[in-house]
């Protein structure tokens, strides 16, 4: 392991001040050092979706971000999308649809949504499936969730 | 394995040439997987997330000068790349995810030299220049020059790409990206990049590029030069075809056989260029 680098991380809101080795990706930061674990482990190729968080509000594989790379940039992991017990909307919409099946790819998929969403609230279907390209459901339950994102926006799929 | 953030390209460019198997990060999609995988352990990083002037679009008079660092994302979003300009953002945009749209850079995009990604085709197709640093300056050299294999460039040990040029191209000239994969994100099986321009029903310019079916995009003039002056019709977008089809080089792999690869050729060129004369209203 290389000699480690001191830095400063900020993520959902708060400043961690860190030393890690330049090699850490900012996954195995999250789950490792900062207790993150919403943030899931999949492929490490960026290939799976798993791992996905947002980067000053776009979405990023964590799995192939170097930390050391990431000071001075917000960072959304799932654990903040609730709100004080409260299910966010997108998080409800796929409960409510029965879309979350084994969950694994889950945190991944809400997070994709949720920067589709911010950024344009009335999505089409075809947006919506490209925004949720990158995320892999093992259990293949792609049409309950993109239903279930549809229904925010009023959309039929 | 040592890191390093320099500020600025000529120490990026020293800290490159004075160390052995030293590795420039960029966006890291590609990089890092690779690290990830266990295939590369470079001994320095050199990240360029520091190097202002890798994030700068600039206009002047020749074209727009896209920053090395500039990622895919926001290339699919800028209007000034118009008119034939318009086939590397036409192409950024169908790159891949949008999660990986936000981490690719431009100028990974051309350091790595994938025959089977959108970026190389298209910069070809839009006759790119690239500006790499080097110990003994910078030099401005075609997109074709940089691109000799496949993962393979012609930079020198101790040099980075800084910005690519985007040539403004013929007036009135439109350019487009067309791919055709299993499914969408997937690398292509095939891609076309092309510039093209009209006069009436008559081709007055064309320039061809196809992706995934070589160690570089193949670009060949015949093929160019058997649409001018035409109204591209059947007989001429097939005999095109044709010519690209036969200098093709393609590999068997899980996306499609050399065969199918041939054959998609002159289909997706059609379809292609009448796109393009759909997005030139004539």
Sequence with gaps: ?157 | MRYAEPETVEEGVSLLSSTEHSRCIAGGATLVAMMNAGHIAPAMLVSLHRMRELFAITESADGLWLGAMTPHRVVAAETRLRGSMGVVRSAAGQLAHPSIRNMGTIGGSVCLADPSTEMPVALVAASARVEIAGSGGRRIVPIEDVLVDRFKTSLGRGELVTRILIPRGIEGAVGHHLRFSRVSGDYPTVSISLTLSMQGDRCVHASVVVGSCGPVPLHVAAADQRLLHTPLGEEDVAAAGQLLASAAAPIDDVRGSAEYRRMLIPRLLGRALSQARELAHV
């Design chain 1, 1 to 157: 392991m290389s000699d480690k680098i001191s830095l400063s991380l900020r993520v959902n809101g708060a400043s961690h001040a860190l030393a890690v080795a330049p090699e850490r990706t900012l996954l195995e930061v999250l789950r490792e050092e900062l207790r993150y674990t919403g943030t899931k482990r999949g492929c490490d190729q960026g290939s799976c979706g798993a791992c996905m968080v947002l980067v000053d509000g776009e979405p990023v594989f964590s799995c192939l971000s170097l930390a050391v790379t990431l000071r001075d940039r917000e960072i959304t992991t799932i654990e903040s999308v609730e709100a004080g017990n409260e299910l966010h909307p997108i998080q409800r919409a796929l409960v409510q649809h029965g879309a979350v099946q084994c969950g694994f790819c889950i945190p991944g998929v809400v997070l994709a949504a949720k920067a589709l969403l911010d950024r344009n609230p009335h999505p089409t279907v075809d947006d919506i499936r490209h925004a949720l390209g990158s995320n892999t459901c093992r259990c293949s339950g792609y049409a309950r969730i993109v239903q279930a994102i549809a229904s925010l926006t009023g959309e039929r799929p």
